[in-house]
């Protein structure tokens, strides 16, 4: 059973920072690629960032809305999954979700099988 928890979400001011994590418990961590997720208020679930599994070399992904700002990376011995967001703009704010699957490596979310539960990100003016 394959199980996702994040963590590290809260409330910061428009510029600053914060690193989300998502620990991944079950066998074979480093296979799976790993998405993160975000539901903005009133809108649609919509892709952030992503690394592929073992079997495809670590590629990362990034939607053009965070890209330069916002960096994945993986920690296969600690079962760990980052990112770190900077530059944080108030259109950041959303529940964020991280996601696993163990056999696609990309932006479409109806593909990942296993889902946390969201941590929250405020990021006020």
């Known amino acids: 059973q394959v199980q996702l928890v994040e963590s590290g979400g809260g409330l910061v001011q428009a510029g600053g920072s914060l690193r989300l994590s998502c620990v991944l418990s079950?066998?074979?961590?480093?296979?799976?690629?790993i998405g993160w997720f975000r539901q903005p208020p009133g809108k649609e679930r919509e892709f952030v960032a992503a690394?592929?599994?073992?079997?495809?070399?670590?590629?990362?992904y990034y939607a053009d809305s965070v890209k330069g700002r916002f960096t994945i990376s993986r920690d296969n011995a600690k079962n760990t999954v980052y990112l770190q967001m900077n530059s944080l703009k108030p259109e950041d704010t959303a529940v964020y979700y991280c996601a696993a699957n163990g056999y696609y490596s990309g932006r479409d979310y109806s593909k990942y099988d296993y889902w946390g539960q969201g941590t929250q990100v405020t990021v006020s003016s």
């Open positions: 079950g066998r074979a961590f480093s296979s799976y690629t």
């Open positions: 690394i592929s599994g073992s079997w495809s070399g670590g590629i990362t």
